[in-house]
T-cell receptor, first 114, second 113 residues
Framework: NAGVTQTPKFQVLKTGQSMTLQCAQD?????MSWYRQDPGMGLRLIHY???????DQGEVPNGYNVSRSTTEDFPLRLLSAAPSQTSVYFC?????????????FGPGTRLTVT | DQQVKQNSPSLSVQEGRISILNCDYT??????FLWYKKYPAEGPTFLIS?????DKNEDGRFTVFLNKSAKHLSLHIVPSQPGDSAVYFC????????????FGKGTLLTVNP
């Protein structure tokens, strides 16, 4: 199992550009989430999904869109990039059957918006 | 308004000694708590968790203690090893929502040989 994979690892955007951060998991997990981590901050939830076709907003959703057409994939779209979106983005997945309630995290995408 | 607080940004201990990382929370709805470890340029990895119906959970060198009345939990690492040097995040969730973790800011643990 590859677990949770994210692409790209690094990205530089200019203000106003759009892009999609890819996330995929091969564990057949029902739940997937996107977090961002800024310096000196913990991870903050952007959007999450409890199953294919179902998404909802987290703590910091503005400027981001998500969709979940399959169980495996959960892309995060930046509609018009802003310098405030410079961050490290982590995708995570989890299952409702988990005893430990843990989420499995991908390796992250480091995004810089200039 | 931070719901999960890790008030120590950093902690330094000697190899072989105990490391104690602390975490406080304010939201009484939280009933599941997790600790994650993060190395630079990697995603967080799960360490250990505890349900609010317990006050202690052990896994090898790692023990998490929960004091519900004080809304406080701690992670003990005994004995500490240089490979334990990483940022440790405390996280909390409402048990039915393990896709929505609320994280603290993290504590950088350095274990000196």
């Amino acid at each position: 199992n590859a677990g949770v994979t994210q692409t790209p690892k690094f990205q530089v955007l200019k203000t106003g550009q759009s892009m999609t951060l890819q996330c995929a998991q091969d564990m057949n997990h029902e739940y997937m989430s996107w977090y961002r981590q800024d310096p000196g901050m913990g991870l903050r939830l952007i959007h999450y999904s409890v199953g294919a076709g179902i998404t909802d907003q987290g703590e910091v959703p503005n400027g981001y869109n998500v969709s979940r057409s399959t169980t495996e994939d959960f892309p995060l779209r930046l509609l018009s990039a802003a310098p405030s979106q410079t961050s490290v983005y982590f995708c995570a997945s989890s299952t409702k059957g988990s005893i430990s309630y843990e989420q499995y995290f991908g390796p992250g995408t480091r995004l810089t918006v200039t | 308004d931070q719901q999960v607080k890790q008030n120590s940004p950093s902690l330094s201990v000697q190899e072989g000694r105990i490391s104690i990382l602390n975490c406080d929370y304010t939201n009484s709805m939280f009933d599941y708590f997790l600790w994650y470890k993060k190395y630079p340029a990697e995603g967080p990895t799960f360490l250990i968790s505890i349900s609010s119906i317990k006050d202690k959970n052990e896994d090898g060198r790692f023990t998490v203690f929960l004091n519900k009345s004080a809304k406080h939990l701690s992670l003990h690492i005994v004995p500490s090893q240089p490979g334990d040097s990483a940022v440790y995040f405390c996280a909390a969730s409402v048990s039915s929502s393990n896709y929505k973790l609320t994280f603290g800011k993290g504590t950088l643990l350095t274990v000196n040989p």
